[in-house]
């Protein structure tokens, strides 16, 4: 079972930026990556970015070019660096492991 614990969120302004963490514990497959999404109220859960120990990293066609995604294999965690915030960024940001996912962290862009 894999456990995962986010971080980071926080209130900011349009065109601000704010650091996520997810911290991952237990074992992971170098080939399955590990994924932040993001839901907003009265929303579906979207695609964020993804990013495994093979291949390079994946976007969604909202956040490319503002977001990036990194990982620091030996602290276990995954970032997602957010740039150029925009209001439509406001969201509950989640972890996303296969099939595990963690708490959630909100982040609010004011406009």
């Known amino acids: 079972q894999v456990h995962l614990v986010e971080s980071g969120g926080g209130l900011v302004q349009t065109g601000g930026s704010l650091r996520l963490s997810c911290v991952v514990s237990?074992?992971?497959?170098?080939?399955?990556?590990v994924s932040w999404f993001r839901q907003a109220p009265g929303k579906e859960r979207e695609f964020v970015a993804s990013l495994n120990r093979i291949t390079s990293p994946n976007y969604g066609n909202s956040v490319k070019g503002r977001f990036t995604i990194s990982r620091d294999n030996a602290k276990n965690t995954v970032y997602l660096q957010m740039d150029t915030l925009k209001p439509e960024d406001t969201a509950v940001y989640y972890c996303?492991?296969?099939?595990?996912w963690g708490q959630g962290t909100q982040v609010t862009v004011s406009s």
């Open positions: 237990g074992r992971t497959s170098n080939s399955l990556p």
């Open positions: 996303n492991y296969w099939d595990s």
